[in-house]
């Protein structure tokens, strides 16, 4: 167990702080329509078709 630390040790703790990032950053915005950075995300790009002529692309 000893080299496998020694040995890998650095791969290991990139690897365990990619996927605590990965969680942190689904935690935060969310997956889904109902989380609130995609519902501001939603309304920002919408207030800009509106505000550059009316139109809307559609889904």
């Not at 167990?1 to 990965?22: H, N, R, W």
């Amino acid at each position: 167990m000893d080299e496998i630390f020694k040995q890998y040790g650095s791969t290991i703790i990139t690897v365990l702080a990619i996927i605590a990032v990965i969680g942190i950053i689904t935690l935060v915005i969310g997956n889904d329509a109902n989380s609130i950075v995609y519902k501001a995300f939603s309304d920002l790009i919408s207030n800009f078709y509106s505000s550059a002529g009316g139109v809307v692309p559609g889904p």
